[in-house]
């Protein structure tokens, strides 16, 4: 064997570790990159979540409607209350529906899905928060979760309202 020959198998060889560090460094970023990009969703998810709850407790109609809600007081709602809550209620199953197709396209966590499901369970246990809910549209997949998940709690409630303690009767 030639001493080119040589040479040229060595640039071969070196040439392929190269190439094999290479695509090491870029599985290496992307993998980077994702995490960079979760990071984000989720610090945007908590800003929306954050303010939507800084917005609701602001509005007064929207304190008096859950304080009656809270007071199993749903009929005496005025309209300004009602379409305070119903709008809080849309905007966080928007909030539910969003993080479910993040969840399905693998940028949410099974254990953060899984404290959403708890969560809507909880809301969904209450009749008004049911029929809110029903005059939305959503993806059909998210419909259909929704729909299983008011089954359950219809069948067994989850008792999330069940305090051992009563609220101040609202004014």
């Known amino acids: 064997m030639s001493d080119m020959s040589k ?12 190439l094999i560090a290479s695509l090491i460094f870029v ?5 980077q990159d994702h ?7 989720y610090q945007a998810r908590s800003d929306s ?6 917005d609701a407790i602001n509005s007064q109609a929207f304190v008096n409607a859950s304080a009656k809600i809270y007071a199993n007081r749903s009929d005496d709602l005025t309209m300004q209350e009602a ?3 119903e709008y809080y209620v849309g905007a966080t199953m928007t909030n539910f529906e969003n993080n479910h197709q993040q969840y399905l ?4 966590s ?13 809301m969904l246990e209450l009749p008004i928060v049911r029929q809110v ?4 549209d959503f993806r059909d997949s998210f419909e259909r979760l929704v729909a299983e998940i008011i089954e359950q709690v219809t069948r067994d409630p989850v008792g999330c309202w069940d305090y051992g303690w009563s609220y101040p009767v609202a004014d």
């Open 49 to 54: 979540s954050v303010q939507s709850s800084i």
């Open 35 to 41: 995490e960079i990009a979760l990071s984000a969703v």
């Open 133 to 136: 809910t029903s005059v939305w």
């Open 83 to 85: 379409v305070a809550f």
């Open 105 to 108: 396209m693998g940028y949410l």
């Open 110 to 122: 099974e254990e953060h899905w899984q404290r959403n499901i708890r969560e809507m369970a909880c």
């Open 7 to 18: 040479i040229n198998d060595w640039l071969q060889v070196v040439g392929m570790f190269g």
């Open 27 to 31: 599985g290496m970023q992307i993998k």
